[in-house]
């Protein structure tokens, strides 16, 4: 891999990570009033996918500082991010008792393909 396909990765997971934050934002704040659990499983979904399958393929190490203007503070880094996004995923999950499923969602088991199944070609598209 190249240098510069490693920083166009890194700058996908990076938007990734801004888009996450703020739909983990719309679950928090619809979770007490309404069914978030579709919502909660594609977050899991794609934080698999656009965020931990790039940090496994590159190795970015978590002090790597990181660009999201969605997630606050001044000076991110990686590791902050996640704790700010997969954190999240996970405190919802538990809160919602959803831990087992989305654990097997981060373990690429069923739930993963069904989700993968389910969501369109066009989107798909988009998230490659």
Excluded: C
């Excluded at 166009?8 to 990570?17: C, G, H, Q, V, Y």
């Excluded at 996450?20 to 309404?34: A, N, T, V």
Aim: aromatic share 12%; hydrophobic share 40%.
């Amino acid at each position: 891999m190249g240098f510069f396909s490693k920083g166009i990765e890194f700058n996908k997971m990076a938007k990734s990570l801004n888009g996450l934050y703020s739909m983990i934002d719309e679950i928090r704040q619809k979770k007490d009033f309404e069914d978030v659990t579709s919502d909660l499983f594609l977050a899991s979904y794609l934080m698999k996918i656009e965020v931990f399958n790039r940090i496994d393929i590159y190795k970015w190490t978590l002090k790597t500082p990181i660009y999201a203007p969605m997630i606050p503070g001044v000076s991110k880094n990686l590791e902050y991010a996640l704790h700010q996004t997969f954190g999240r995923i996970m405190e919802i999950g538990n809160e919602l008792g959803y831990q087992k499923e989305i654990d097997e969602i981060f373990s690429e088991g069923e739930l993963f393909t069904e989700i993968q199944n389910n969501i369109p070609n066009n989107v798909k598209n988009l998230l490659k």
